[in-house]
């Protein structure tokens, strides 16, 4: 079963080992927290897949419009939707197979993300992953 992560051994551990982030609603708009959290991960060595039905690109990657359509797993989903929307992004991220469900800030839906758990994903909740980096990998925020 997955458990729900948020010491910092545990975060360390997921952002050290896993190296492919499906960002769901990844923005190609400049001043949102997902196009820059996106182009942070980019920037740091992640392989970094945009989900959004909006865009054919973003950060000059071909974006999908949902995580069942990836032709490859993504290990980390990195969600930047409403509470309400994290139902289908976790149905979603079991049947693509992903180990891990992060929810941003405003994503944490618990009853959504116990689904999750229950499939055996592991959970971070209301965290920013650009910010946990930058914290635990010794970078300033």
Same mark, same amino acid.
């Given at each position: 079963?997955?458990?729900?992560?948020?010491s910092?051994?545990?975060?360390?551990?997921?952002?050290?080992?896993y190296?492919?982030?499906?960002?769901?609603?990844?923005?190609?708009?400049?001043q949102?927290?997902?196009?820059?959290?996106?182009?942070?991960l980019?920037?740091?060595?992640?392989?970094?897949?945009?989900?959004n039905?909006?865009?054919?690109?973003?950060?000059?990657?071909?974006?999908?419009?949902?995580l069942?359509?990836?032709?490859?797993?993504p290990?980390?989903?990195?969600?930047?939707?409403?509470?309400?929307?994290m139902?289908? /992004? #976790? $149905?979603?991220? !079991?049947?693509?197979?992903? &180990?891990?469900?992060?929810?941003?800030?405003?994503?944490?839906?618990?009853?959504?993300?116990?689904?999750?758990?229950?499939?055996?994903?592991?959970? /971070? #909740? $209301?965290?920013? !992953?650009?910010?946990?980096? &930058?914290?635990?990998?010794?970078?300033?925020?």
């Amino acid at each position: 079963a997955g458990r729900f992560m948020g010491s910092d051994e545990e975060l360390r551990d997921i952002l050290s080992r896993y190296k492919v982030v499906a960002v769901v609603g990844l923005s190609n708009k400049p001043q949102r927290d997902g196009f820059l959290v996106g182009k942070y991960l980019l920037k740091h060595g992640y392989k970094v897949i945009p989900v959004n039905p909006m865009y054919q690109e973003v950060l000059g990657e071909k974006a999908y419009p949902d995580l069942v359509s990836l032709p490859y797993t993504p290990e980390i989903v990195d969600c930047f939707r409403k509470k309400e929307a994290m139902f289908d /992004v #976790v $149905e979603d991220a !079991i049947r693509s197979k992903a &180990k891990v469900v992060w929810a941003q800030f405003g994503a944490g839906n618990l009853e959504a993300l116990q689904r999750a758990v229950e499939a055996g994903l592991d959970v /971070v #909740v $209301e965290r920013c !992953i650009m910010r946990e980096y &930058k914290r635990l990998f010794g970078e300033r925020v």
